[in-house]
């Protein structure tokens, strides 16, 4: 089941319009939380807060506050939807259509199809644009969005001379929007007159209506289970199940308009105990929540969705957890309340529980509700047994979706630090601005490493590779960058300097980095350790932006005593073909305050030899992607036969890096490789490991 449930899974993350109403939920979460919270606060059912509220200003704001947020949730799930919708389009990514035309389009749409005009006053208005109106803001945000797209085809018939508007983008966007402008709206004009139709043809008073009047409002088990799979089925996709309830009369209160008196017909069973917690019963999903779910997301949208399902309000978890188009929540949320509405009739039919007697509100928190509807604690006892069992109906199906979501997110991790390393090569290529999961995750770690940089805490440290010779001495070491203590292994040290670049912190990587490395130096002398070379890695980007990095060089190389060539500052090859004159002049500047050069990566960048002699490096680092065939591959055997060829006279140090095996020591000796690092001799290793490491070698 739940490998069924995963290929759903998978398929609805990579459907686009799943996607696009995803993206357009998670934009909504701040007003269904601010709504539902205001709601519930008015709501809370004690006459003398009730009286409080309702004499003071804090009444008024909240119902202010309310009507802002959650009674117009569905017109802001329409402009949200039909933006993501729109920036999927390749008109708008470059620019032919601007973004926000798409989204006009919509509301226009919206407001063809479901407003309702007062011709003498001129005026409109709509009605439920609240969370009952969500499903149909839903489609039509899709629906007009993509029409107009498929129009837009047709735009440049009204630009005669494009020529003219090439330099004008968001004018000749706004001419070539005009004509599926009018024929998106034309299409929703008919399709209004279409519905009136189905209005009439399917409403209470219709054949159609009177069929579910019989088959659904009687007191039947079978009518019970029905209602709960229709609301249910409809709640899944976005329908609310208030919406669902008040359009049939089943929910009404038959009995006060002088019908035969039912029991389970009515508002109060279905509101009090069968939706406890909202619809789909979820007061026992946020209790599965935190005892099963992940501590991250899941967690915080269950605390941030307590207090309104205690108010019988779930918005906040159908629409931001999300519930709706969730394949994990989909049998959980048909299953619970199901059970819950089986158990009610079962307990109400055989009079364990006394029938409902009191009309309570709906937002009436349960248990509380239980006992004032049926003025029995019968009614409580009910609704706590009803709550256990929607807990253990949710509880496999939230472990389930937390072992998928572990998945996919080291999935996307992976393809993260894939993406990394070809970004910290390229000036024009990010990941915080990517709009998919890789780029959400990049801004989650770009959130936290600037809360670590304005605290001064970088959770970082260094870690030492040892560098050895022929003779299986040790020369020197290289710094490593390392990040312990992350939700996700082995994060990529590229990654890592990529995220600090993209979030504005070359700086503070790179002085760290520096500091860091030079005082841990001073210890390993200070330990006995010398005749060493310590190398690390400087970032191009930082070099660019850091003004005052070659002072701050001089502090630290002054207050540690560093001897000339004791530290190595290394650069990439493909970062020293676009040097300049200035960055030759602040190299000449590191070399004068005793720092030495190496080239990094040699032989996988646009190799010139004139680089060496430019920036008078000391050491040159054949890249591993160089070597890892060199036993028998002949081509790399005279890559690197050059490379040490042209290093002997001008007395420069080779060192190969990456080697894993003793053939190619062996080979890379004979072609005149004189120092080696790589997991062969040692992995990189932390600071009091290779002060052992330095004792045995």
């Known amino acids: 089941?739940?490998?069924?449930?995963?290929?759903?899974?998978?398929?609805?993350?990579?459907?686009?319009?799943?996607?696009?109403?995803?993206?357009?939920?998670?934009?909504?979460?701040?007003?269904?939380?601010?709504?539902?919270?205001?709601?519930?606060?008015?709501?809370?059912?004690?006459?003398?807060?009730?009286?409080?509220?309702?004499?003071?200003?804090?009444?008024?704001?909240?119902?202010?506050?309310?009507?802002?947020?959650?009674?117009?949730?569905?017109?802001?799930?329409?402009?949200?939807?039909?933006h993501a919708s729109a920036r999927e389009h390749r008109s708008t990514r470059n620019s032919s259509v601007h973004v926000v035309i798409p989204m006009f389009v919509s509301f226009a749409a919206f407001t063809i199809l479901f407003a309702s005009w007062d011709r003498v006053d001129k005026i409109f208005y709509f009605t439920d644009l609240g969370a009952s109106g969500m499903f149909r803001a839903f489609l039509v945000g899709l629906v007009a969005t993509e029409l107009f797209f498929y129009f837009a085809r047709f735009g440049d018939w009204l630009l005669p001379d494009r020529i003219g508007f090439d330099a004008y983008l968001q004018i000749r966007s706004a001419f070539r929007s005009i004509i599926p402008i009018i024929l998106t709206l034309l299409v929703c004009t008919g399709l209004r007159f279409g519905l009136d139709q189905l209005v009439v043809l399917t409403g209470i008073d219709s054949e159609f209506g009177k069929l579910i009047k019989a088959n659904l409002v009687n007191d039947s088990l079978p009518a019970v289970i029905q209602t709960v799979l229709y609301s249910q089925v409809l709640g899944f996709f976005g329908v609310h199940y208030l919406s669902s309830f008040s359009f049939f009369p089943f929910v009404r209160d038959i009995a006060a308009s002088g019908s035969t008196p039912v029991m389970f017909a009515s508002q109060d069973f279905y509101l009090q105990f069968v939706a406890i917690g909202g619809a789909g019963a979820t007061l026992g999903l946020i209790v599965a929540l935190f005892a099963v779910g992940s501590r991250g997301k899941n967690r915080s949208f269950a605390r941030a969705a307590i207090f309104p399902a205690v108010f019988n309000l779930n918005e906040p978890l159908l629409y931001g957890f999300p519930i709706v188009l969730n394949p994990f929540m989909f049998i959980p949320f048909l299953l619970a309340p199901m059970v819950a509405a089986i158990l009610g009739f079962i307990c109400f039919s055989t009079g364990i529980v006394p029938p409902i007697i009191n009309d309570v509100s709906w937002t009436c928190p349960p248990l509380i509700s239980g006992y004032l509807s049926t003025g029995s604690l019968a009614g409580t006892a009910l609704q706590c047994v009803s709550i256990a069992a929607s807990i253990g109906l949710y509880i496999p199906f939230v472990t389930a979706q937390k072992g998928f979501e572990?998945?996919?997110?080291?999935?996307?991790?992976?393809?993260?630090?894939?993406?990394a390393e070809s970004a910290i090569k390229s000036e024009y290529l990010t990941i915080i601005d990517r709009d998919d999961a890789v780029g959400e995750i990049a801004r989650d770690f770009s959130i936290k490493l600037r809360e670590y940089a304005l605290d001064g805490q970088l959770p970082f440290t260094m870690a030492y590779q040892p560098k050895v010779d022929k003779h299986n001495k040790l020369v020197g070491c290289e710094a490593l960058l390392r990040w312990h203590g992350t939700e996700t292994k082995n994060i990529s040290p590229l990654l890592l300097v990529e995220l600090m670049d993209e979030s504005g912190l070359s700086s503070v990587l790179g002085r760290w980095v520096t500091e860091t490395c030079i005082r841990e130096f001073a210890e390993l002398k200070a330990g006995g350790i010398e005749d060493l070379r310590m190398s690390l890695n400087l970032n191009p980007r930082h070099l660019a932006v850091d003004d005052g990095f070659l002072k701050f060089l001089k502090e630290l190389r002054d207050h540690y005593r560093l001897q000339p060539g004791e530290v190595e500052l290394e650069i990439t090859e493909h970062a020293m073909v676009r040097h300049n004159m200035e960055m030759r002049r602040l190299f000449r500047s590191m070399r004068d305050l005793g720092y030495s050069l190496a080239i990094d990566d040699m032989g996988v960048g646009y190799s010139s030899l004139s680089y060496i002699s430019d920036f008078e490096?000391?050491?040159?680092?054949?890249?591993?992607?160089?070597?890892?065939?060199?036993?028998?591959?002949?081509?790399?055997?005279e890559i690197v036969r050059s490379i040490t060829n042209l290093a002997k006279p001008l007395a420069l140090t080779v060192v190969a890096e990456g080697v894993e095996k003793e053939g190619q020591v062996e080979s890379l000796i004979q072609l005149g490789v004189e120092v080696f690092q790589g997991y062969y001799f040692s992995r990189p290793l932390t600071k009091q490991d290779f002060i052992e490491f330095a004792k045995s070698h």
């Open 1 to 82: 089941m739940t490998a069924f449930i995963e290929r759903i899974a998978i398929r609805l993350s990579e459907n686009r319009m799943a996607r696009i109403i995803n993206k357009g939920l998670i934009n909504l979460i701040p007003f269904i939380l601010i709504g539902a919270i205001c709601l519930a606060t008015l709501e809370i059912p004690i006459p003398a807060y009730q009286h409080f509220i309702s004499t003071v200003l804090g009444g008024s704001f909240l119902m202010v506050l309310n009507d802002a947020t959650f009674e117009v949730i569905a017109l802001a799930a329409l402009l949200s939807v039909s």
């Open 406 to 419: 572990r998945k996919q997110y080291e999935q996307n991790f992976n393809l993260l630090q894939k993406t």
């Open 617 to 637: 490096v000391r050491t040159v680092k054949i890249d591993a992607s160089m070597i890892d065939r060199v036993e028998d591959d002949y081509q790399q055997q």
